[in-house]
């Protein structure tokens, strides 16, 4: 197994990539979204009705000539780029909506999953979600009054307003009704089509599409409905189309979040089927509605039998600490990020 880190778009830069190869890692997942916009670049967005700023604007860095200067930056500080996580929400609000734009933007889509594939990158996350990660609040919920986010028994049912989504607004002038709301057998639906259309072209282009769980994983979010709530719908996310390209990014906080438990064996069990791409590697007590996201020792996971039982189902996929709560330092997400890379370096010595 490999040691990644996880970039944001306002990370890509000098310092980042020398502190990210300080901590240990040697790959890196990047997010070209910039879901900062109108948030504190320090802080986990949380979610609220008037979102996290404007979608669009990240085309110009998914071109081939931005990825292969991105991969050469990296690549000067010993970093391979091992993914890209995310599309735009920009980029197929009429796909997740099945709006009059979605054959567009499907071909959009394929441009830039055959754009990634061109600079021999292995890996797309994204998730297919209406609401995206909102209804959490922040806190001192990890150990010593740490800083991190979780749920305290509320779910939020706010609409989304029109020209919203994933917490992002993709047009400013829209001034309609809210969203309505869609059936989750509509929902998984408009999945299908999607990996219909798109792994194929995926395949060819020689990359894999890694599905994010829902974060939080509740059966509804803003009144729309939420797809990988429970460890076991993967299997069915999967079983929806079984190409090769069909993969998952495996998120164990937001497994861990989930009701249904099991999430020893589901990780054996997708870990043996060769169909983890990547796993965001983070822990939380509790499960939806109430939970706190914690340090990566101190969660209900025991993060030592995960790694065991990876190296046991042959998967040789890179890990990234996730979210982390911050630490009372001068940088505390730093300090915090660093200390679960050396946790996570420990681990991964510990078992080989």
Request: hydrophobic share 40%; with cysteine; charged share 20%.
């Amino acid at each position: 197994m490999k040691l990644g880190f996880g970039l944001y778009r306002h990370q890509l830069n000098e310092a980042h990539y020398r502190f990210a190869r300080q901590c240990g890692a040697t790959h890196v997942v990047v997010h070209l979204v910039d879901y900062f916009g109108a948030t504190d670049k320090d802080n986990q967005p949380v979610g609220g009705d008037v979102g996290w700023g404007r979608a669009g604007g990240s085309d110009p860095f998914w071109e081939p000539e931005a990825l292969a200067r991105l991969k050469a930056d990296l690549a000067r500080h010993d970093l391979v780029l091992e993914a890209v996580e995310n599309f735009d929400p920009a980029h197929w609000y009429d796909v997740l909506l099945d709006g009059p734009r979605r054959d567009e933007q499907v071909a959009h889509l394929c441009r830039l999953i055959q754009n990634v594939g061109a600079a021999s990158i292995p890996l797309i996350g994204y998730n297919f979600s209406l609401a995206g990660v909102a209804g959490r609040v922040s806190g001192n919920f990890a150990r010593g009054g740490a800083e991190s986010v979780g749920m305290n028994g509320v779910i939020d049912q706010t609409p989304i307003p029109d020209g919203m989504i994933w917490n992002m607004v993709y047009d400013p002038e829209a001034a309609g009704k809210p969203h309505a709301p869609a059936s989750t057998d509509a929902f998984w639906d408009r999945l299908g089509r999607f990996l219909n259309d798109v792994l194929p072209v995926a395949e060819q282009a020689g990359v894999r599409l890694a599905a994010h769980p829902d974060d939080p994983p509740v059966e509804r979010l803003r009144g729309q409905p939420r797809l990988v709530n429970q460890p076991s719908l993967y299997q069915k996310l999967i079983d929806l189309n079984p190409g090769p390209s069909n993969a998952l990014e495996l998120c164990l906080g937001s497994l861990a979040e989930m009701t249904e438990g099991g999430v020893y064996e589901w990780t054996r069990h997708y870990a043996e089927a060769g169909r983890i791409g990547y796993i965001h590697f983070r822990n939380v007590r509790g499960q939806v509605p109430n939970y706190h996201e914690v340090f990566i020792d101190e969660g209900d996971l025991d993060m030592r039998v995960i790694v065991r039982l990876l190296r046991e189902s042959g998967f040789d996929g890179v890990l990234i600490p996730d979210h982390t709560p911050k630490m009372s330092a001068p940088g505390p997400l730093h300090a915090g990020m660093a200390f679960a890379m050396g946790y996570m370096k420990a681990l991964l010595g510990e078992t080989a």
